[in-house]
């Protein structure tokens, strides 16, 4: 029997907010960059503007209810109290399904996405169709992280998960969806723990981003590689600091919220499908109240290691790759889209179903929870047990 996890609501203490504010009021914007707006990194208007709403407008409380309206639980494993949602399904016979977030996100990403899985007759759905949810925050974000506590690479928060769908909540078999390292997370499982797992479904293809790989590309890898040489050159940069110093990035982004919301920001305007807009794909309170969460837990640096452990260690998903049927959402804005080819050669040998999608990027749960809950259905519904 393992460990009995415990109920948990999450009740930010009223000092902590009032703490926040004051910070805010006190922020010392740099000055903005010559060029156009963003061209450099987040634009100092913007950040200014989202500051006094955060300060003055945001209701971190309202927040804190949407959370707090799902069941959520802390239980013990690997050495640290790691917290999940666990969203019982309607219908006859639920099928348990593990959702995992990455980084700059977290389990605020699944907040309109969750119904449409659990509860797939309340959007016009067969109830057939309803998943148990369990969303867990990965360890070392959010409400899996408590100061101090152990760093956990990728392959330890794949077998830390695979332990509380099983060990913990008894799932012989389940699925496991994911973007972000929620992609990679659910692609170790499928590598590593392929017995208790019948399908993977992911938004981002865990594919090796080394251009030596392709030397005898087909035309749809030389696009990808031309892709990838750019992303390197240009959007790496955060990885690297990431992967090679987070603990000095930590004291000021765990310092100063304003260079906090700057850091996060950026990635969700850079990576989404809004057309440089942000706000015509997230409100400000959604942005918010992601940023916030990693504010209050003080989990910033903790949720830079990953990368640490990625950029120090071997690729997370070993030769022979993911061993279950896998699902690709291909969302148009994803920061890198991998041809299928390349997908099936390096790390997915068995895709049941690969679909364009119209519109999106690499928050699609976010962005686009309707059309990303259907592909889940879709691509679950022949491989759920009977």
């Known amino acids: 029997m393992g460990p009995v996890p415990i109920p948990f609501q999450l009740r930010v203490p009223e000092s902590a907010i009032v703490d926040l504010r004051e910070r805010l009021a006190r922020t010392r914007l740099p000055d903005q960059a010559p060029g156009e707006p963003w061209a450099y990194g987040t634009d100092v208007t913007y950040l200014g503007e989202l500051v006094e709403y955060w300060r003055g407008g945001f209701d971190w409380r309202a927040q804190e209810a949407q959370l707090n309206a ?12 790691v917290h999940f949602l666990h969203v019982e399904g309607k219908g006859p016979k639920p099928c348990p399904l593990l959702l995992s977030h990455g980084w700059p996100g977290s389990v605020f990403e699944f907040m309109e996405i ?43 928060i794949a077998d ?6 099983t060990g913990v909540l008894g799932y012989a078999r389940f699925g496991a969806q994911g973007g972000d390292w929620g992609a990679f997370v659910a692609s170790r499982l499928g590598a590593v723990h392929a017995e208790r797992l019948f399908g993977i479904h992911i938004n981002l293809l865990a594919v090796p981003r080394d251009p030596k790989l392709f030397l005898n590309a087909t035309p749809e890898e030389e696009v990808f590689v031309r892709e990838l040489e750019v992303f390197l050159k240009e959007d790496i940069g955060y990885q690297w600091i990431q992967g090679t110093r987070p603990q000095t990035l930590a004291f000021g982004l765990n310092d100063s919220p304003a260079g906090l919301a700057a850091w996060i920001l950026e990635k969700f305007r850079a990576w989404s499908d809004c057309d440089g807009d942000v706000e015509s794909v997230f409100t400000k309170d959604q942005l918010l109240a992601n940023i916030s969460l990693y504010w209050f837990t003080g989990a910033i640096g903790a949720s830079c290691w990953p990368y640490y452990a990625r950029m120090h260690g071997l690729w997370p998903i070993p030769a022979g790759g993911v061993k279950v049927p896998t699902g690709y959402a291909a969302f148009p804005r994803e920061i890198l889209q991998p041809p299928r080819s390349a997908a099936e050669r390096t790390t997915y040998p068995d895709i049941r179903r690969w679909t364009p999608m119209p519109k999106g990027g690499h928050f699609a749960a976010m962005e686009q929870p309707a059309a990303l809950a259907h592909e889940i259905v879709e691509f679950f519904r022949p491989l759920r047990p009977r």
């Open 70 to 81: 799902y069941p959520q639980f802390k239980v013990p494993l690997h050495g640290i109290d």
């Open 114 to 156: 969750i119904p449409r899985l659990t509860d797939p007759a309340r959007f016009g759905g067969d109830p057939a169709d309803a998943f148990t949810v369990v969303a867990p925050s990965l360890p070392g974000y959010g409400l899996s992280f408590t100061p101090g506590q152990e760093r956990f690479a990728l392959e330890r």
């Open 160 to 165: 830390c998960l695979a332990e509380l769908m």
